[in-house]
């Protein structure tokens, strides 16, 4: 078993880059510091870093230890906290989504963190591969995507389905094949995605998003569609991507006539033990989009 007081030494060291820097950070001489990374090297019969001069880099096996390192020392902080305190409604909950659901979500949880004063909510908007990266490296607590994971360490359930809409300038009273055309799309991230799952369903002609032209792109999701907005072309969103949208006088949301949703999974980490305010987040959560969508 690898000594956790020498991973911490050299997970310390590999962060902050320099000895005297780590031995100060952990209250250490610098030749306490080069005595852990010693003791870790020959228990584990490998080399973890190349000195040369006062600088040093890692070794291949070096990187992987810390890269594994680190998720191993967040583990044991965490099962620390489990044991010390394990309220409902105290400490800090980690949470990252797409950004169609953060619109809707995260207003809530901050409504929640009013409502309990000792939670705190660390909320991120990132793509689908980000979060499962961090959930897998237990970064964050709960993560919530749209599409299926095919990560094997993560557990994933589905919680709702948001409807994807297509949106146009407002004086655009109803759509078709032509009318789309003449616009142009308006581009975003998911946008291939989206436009594909529901124009498809819905237009004949339909082939792929290259058929319009391209009018213009953005990757933040409160500004996709100021070009629409504008006048300036189409795109498709899901819904509550398109309702938070201000000034909604300005858009015009078509629901067309095959109705098509994006499933939405709440998922955690399959070796992570729960704690109880995590798991009453993720409750508070299935209500919320369960009743929004």
């Not at 992987?64 to 191993?72: A, M, S, T």
């Not at 929640?112 to 990132?126: E, H, N």
């Amino acid at each position: 078993m690898i000594n956790p007081v020498w991973l911490k030494t050299f997970c310390a060291l590999a962060d902050v880059g320099h000895f005297t820097r780590t031995a100060e950070k952990l209250f250490m001489t610098q030749s306490g510091v080069s005595q852990h990374i010693k003791k870790l090297e020959q228990q584990l019969n490998s080399q973890l870093l190349v000195r040369e001069g006062k600088s040093f880099y890692l070794t291949s096996k070096g990187h992987q230890l810390h890269q594994k390192g680190q998720v191993l020392l967040r583990s044991i902080e965490q099962l620390g906290t489990i044991i010390s305190q394990d309220d409902d409604h105290v400490g800090l909950v980690k949470i990252a989504s797409p950004g169609s659901i953060g619109l809707s979500l995260y207003p809530h949880l901050l409504d929640l963190q009013q409502q309990y004063q000792d939670l705190s909510i660390d909320y991120r908007f990132a793509p689908n591969h980000t979060i499962e990266q961090q959930l897998e490296e237990n970064q964050i607590d709960l993560g919530l995507i749209t599409r299926l994971s095919n990560s094997n360490h993560l557990l994933v359930e589905k919680i709702a389905q948001e409807p994807l809409v297509l949106v146009t300038p407002s004086r655009v009273k109803s759509v078709n094949w032509q009318t789309l055309i003449e616009l142009g799309f308006i581009a975003h991230p998911d946008a291939t995605h989206h436009g594909g799952q529901l124009l498809a369903a819905n237009f004949d002609a339909f082939e792929h998003i290259e058929q319009f032209s391209h009018k213009g792109f953005s990757n933040q999701i409160s500004l996709i569609l100021a070009p629409v907005a504008k006048g300036l072309g189409f795109t498709v969103l899901p819904l509550n991507a398109a309702k938070a949208y201000h000034p909604q006088h300005a858009i015009r949301i078509h629901k067309l006539h095959i109705p098509v949703s994006e499933n939405v999974y709440v998922c955690v980490n399959k070796g992570s033990v729960l704690l109880n305010r995590v798991k009453f987040m993720k409750s508070e959560i299935n209500k919320h989009l369960q009743n929004t969508f």
